[in-house]
């Protein structure tokens, strides 16, 4: 499996000059290689079996090995900005990451599932916190669009990540990589692979190890280091066992190990932060009104919201005793713990139309966080009436442990019919823990040397899911193919735990379908069309005393969608594009409990609807056969339906005095937060043979994502960003040195918020600034 190409335009660095196309995000997908007429065909796997990129009548962004190593792709969010119509949420420092396909965003951030499923070798990899999972040893990773629930089950609501690792290679072959940089950037990496026992046993072993202070210098004075770095550890192990030609097992073993520093954010406390104490003064500018104070015993009143576009710098206010940079309390960290993904495939080849095959996949997860919350980490704030305290949320921690087994049988004529049909089951357990400290500002004691604020959240959910799926493709003469999918899903939940009331099991069953029509034009073009319907798991709201909030239900969508792929000038530009609509039916958003107090938690229903209409654009051009362009822009709308109301806003008060937002709480026609509506990219990549075995390339990518809106509300708003990334490689028949820039013009930048409504309070991220460093590699055997 993987890219069946030989090209090196991939392997390299390019010079770029690039100019934003305002819009949409990319993916290479495609490579040219050197020297070369055309460009290179591109395999991928986004179906389940192996066709090529071009032909599939779906809209996937596909990268190599060639393009994670050339563009420095080290994140989901790297991939993001070089994806159209794809954007990545990450808070908490990484334990709340969200993929956002399409505009879809997800409404509530802690909720269990996202709205994208993530996959590593088919594997579900079913957590927040274990779906960045690096790049050690990656053969390739594509972000499929559109719902997949038919083909890849449970929440591919708005679409699906997969990765796939490099597999064992037949002949003996090695590499070494050290990486060295700015901001004490230290990595090493090791490969190895081969045949074990000739023609029936091959293996493959990756161990990695990255170490990374982060740019942001953490000004608080008990620091002597940055926020944002992290030391993280990876293991790839892989065996293939092929006894006939017509049986194959592989067996594969994924670790990786995270330890994540705290963010670089600023917090922008509102009038709940002043009323709590969490913060001494009021950071908002819009939206005043009223709330009840812990501290004064009654009313205080106040702004509520933040108008107009979110700072990327600290601004300090009458009163205000912070620092004026980014300063976090030395103790807190983002997320450390371990995933582990153990895989076991078998395919057997029954004749030459028939083909059996079995995955059984295990997960393993644990993760600890200890996030500061606080507005001012040096000095403190009365924190429920306690002097100079900080407050620490330390979420998310726990674990999960699941088991899957999923079996099909593939049947593939040559004349035009193929089908499949697999049947698909999973248990899940899974623990979360959520703690909250009160502790002295600027003390060195271990947190959990202080009693927590109140008791831990600790709950136990159980998941058993089922399904039986199938599909069936036909040839409509010898240009046009139909294809029908569909997926019949029953799950049972259950809940538990300390902080978990006795609650009966939850059940859910859904059937999702997927239409596909396309048709070939000539020889070099497709277009094509197709009807799916997407569906998010539904869950339970632990912290309610209502029984008819108790549960929430699924959120289902359908999407509509029409596209054109094709290459030009003899295969030396490549032009795709889709059109979508997106109809989403039972939103699941956070409303306060009813009936509940004024203080109460706020739990998740199904509230309204929205939809996004939007297009994606994504290609290449080989100008020459040493200069290659890669392009891509996404313009999306995705908006409440009319009608929607934000019953948190409207209990809230938050927009009575305020023009610029609902009294009613009435959203409809606002557009979903933390969403871009226009992505783009553009790239260069030159290639130049130098004499005596030796090969120079430039890369330059520029990058652009417009501006996010930061609540439902629409009057937060976080900045649009521009940023150029390049690179420049040297490279001989087994080495090679890459020089590299990320950040080039070291643009200080917001790289995501979201809204805290229970405190009123804005968290802003701050994206890396400009990093630096040279990757060194060299590889052995063929």
Known sequence: MGIRTTTKHGDGAAVAVAVAIALGSIST??????????????????????????????????????????????????????????????????????????????????????????????????????????????????????????????????????????????????????????????????????????????????????????????????????????????????????????????????????????????????????????????????????????????????????????????????????????????????????????????????????????????????????????????????VFGIPGSLFIDSQPNGGLESDSLELKLESDSGTGLRWTVGGYYSKVEDRYIARGWVIPAQSTAPFTDFPTFGPPTDTTRDDRVSALFGSVGVALGQDTNVNLEGRYTREKKSIGGPSAPSLPDARFSNFTPRLTLDHGLTEDSIVYGSIARGEKTGGFNRLTATPAQFTYEPETNWTYEVGYKSSWLDNRLLFNVSVYYVDWSDLQINVPEIDGPPLAAVVIDNIGGASSLGIEIEGQFLVTDTLSLLYGLSLNDPKFDNGTVYEEALRGGWCVNEPRCDAAGDIGGNKLSRTSQRQGVLGAVYTAGLGGGLEGRLRADLTYQSSQYAEFLNVGELPSRTLVNASATLAGERWEAQLWVKNAFDREYAANSFFLGFSNSYVVALGAQRTWGIDLSYRFGN
């Open 29 to 382: 997908g495609v490579q040219a290689q050197a020297g070369l007429s055309g460009l290179e065909e591109i395999v991928v796997t986004a179906r389940k079996r192996e066709e090529n990129l071009q032909e599939i009548p779906v809209a996937v962004t596909a990268f190599s090995a060639a393009d994670i190593t050339s563009r420095r792709i080290e994140s989901l969010a790297d991939v993001a900005a070089l994806t159209p119509g794809f954007n990545i949420d990450e808070f908490g420092s990484g334990g709340f990451t969200a993929p956002v396909i399409r505009g879809l965003s997800q409404t509530r951030l802690s909720n269990p599932e996202q709205n994208v499923s993530t996959f590593l070798d088919g594997i579900y990899l079913q957590r927040s916190y274990m779906i960045d999972i690096g790049f050690l040893d990656i053969e390739r990773i594509e972000v499929v669009k559109g719902p997949q629930s038919a083909l890849y089950g449970r929440n591919s609501f708005a679409g699906a990540v997969n990765y796939v690792t490099r597999a064992p290679s037949d002949e003996f072959e090695a590499e070494v990589r050290a990486s060295f940089g700015s901001d004490e950037r230290r990595g090493g990496q090791v490969s190895i692979s081969g045949p074990i026992v000739a023609d029936v046993l091959t293996g493959r072993a990756t161990y990695g190890r990255t170490r990374f202070d982060g740019t942001w210098r953490n000004q608080h004075p008990l620091s002597d280091s940055n926020l944002g770095g992290y030391d993280n550890e990876g293991l790839s192990l892989a065996l293939r066992f092929t006894p006939t030609d017509a049986l194959e097992f592989n067996a594969g073993f994924y670790r990786t190990d995270m330890n994540y520093d705290h963010q670089a954010q600023i917090v922008l406390s509102g009038l709940r932060a002043v009323g709590f104490g969490l913060s001494p003064v009021n950071d908002l500018n819009c939206g005043p009104g009223a709330a009840f104070s812990v501290l004064e015993g009654g009313l205080i009143f106040g702004n509520q919201l933040f108008c107009g576009t979110l700072p990327s710098t600290v601004e300090q206010v009458e009163g205000d005793t912070r620092s004026a940079v980014p300063a976090v309390d030395p103790r807190a960290t983002g997320p450390v713990g371990r995933n582990e993904i153990v895989r076991l495939n078998a395919s057997w080849a029954l004749n030459d139309t028939y083909t059996l095959m079995a995955q059984y996949g295990r997960t393993k997860s644990n993760v600890t966080s200890l996030g500061d919350a606080s507005r001012d980490s040096v000095n403190g704030s009365p």
